[in-house]
């Protein structure tokens, strides 16, 4: 029987491993293209994820889950990948992952809104900061600046709304989760068929064709091993560990995402990009703080 803190500190490597996964989709997408690569990854991570979690036999799955959170898990990967992925730089790319992790608060604010949880007055600035972090994250060397915001956006509007499309996405599939899946865990069949889509979708664009190179298969590696063994070693923590501990560790992702973007990417970041963060990350923190502890509190799927 594996002891609790050692299970602890299996999933906390899943928190580091996730932290990486912007940086290194991105160098992947550099080097492969943006669907190419990301199809790459997602095929790998697909037979990762079977070595690891395995793949359950379709009846031990209720249908809801597997239909709603099968196309909304699906959708949210397509969006969160190919969002880094179609970024102009590394700069951008980092920018947008900070969307990406509005999620946490969404998570929240959506299971007080559909599911009647009660929350105490912190919810109002967790509610508030993550949406003026990401204005100051936006802004660039301006900070909080509107005009800045609108013309980074402008800038490659793709990118930045598949990655709030994905964060209110993956807000959604965290309820749909707590409702439906029971305690099972489909991961690895929705991540087969993430990488089908991209595949096709592949087949589909006049992308150039794959050129391998050795940076990029170690990073092909890296970013896949990140999601396979990322969810590996979450569920053993969320089984095993202490939940309180990694379910706050997990607030501070976009801190450690930005940190690692950066030194990967080697791109350095504004004081106002990391003002913005710190706001996002205390936002999701002060709406965790709102519910922790209030009758009817439910755990959430982290990513």
Known sequence: MMSKNKATLIGLMAVLLWSSLVGTIRIVSENWGAIGGTAMIYSLASILLLFTVGLNKMHKYLLPYLIAGGILFVSYELCFSLSIAFANNGQQAIEVS??????????????ILFNQQKANFLIIPGAVLPVIGIGWVLGGEQGFNVLSMLNNIKDNPLSYFLALIG????????????????????????????????????????????????????YLFLASAAIGFGYAAWNIGVLHGNVTLLAGASYFIP????????????????????????????GAILCWLAIRGIKNTRKFSDH
Do not use: H
């Open 167 to 218: 964060a209110c996405i993956w807000a959604t599939y965290c309820l749909i989760t707590v409702r439906f899946a029971k305690g099972k865990n489909a991961v690895t069949l929705f991540f087969l068929i993430t990488a089908i889509i991209l595949w096709a979708k592949y087949l589909m664009t006049d992308e150039s064709t794959l050129t391998w190179s050795y940076q990029a298969v170690i």
């Open 255 to 282: 801190i450690l995402s930005a940190s690692l973007s950066a030194l990967l990417l080697n791109t350095p970041l504004s004081l106002s990009f990391w003002q913005g963060t710190a706001l996002v990350t205390l």
């Open 98 to 111: 900070m969307l990406n992790y509005l999620w946490p608060t969404l998570t929240i604010l959506f299971t």
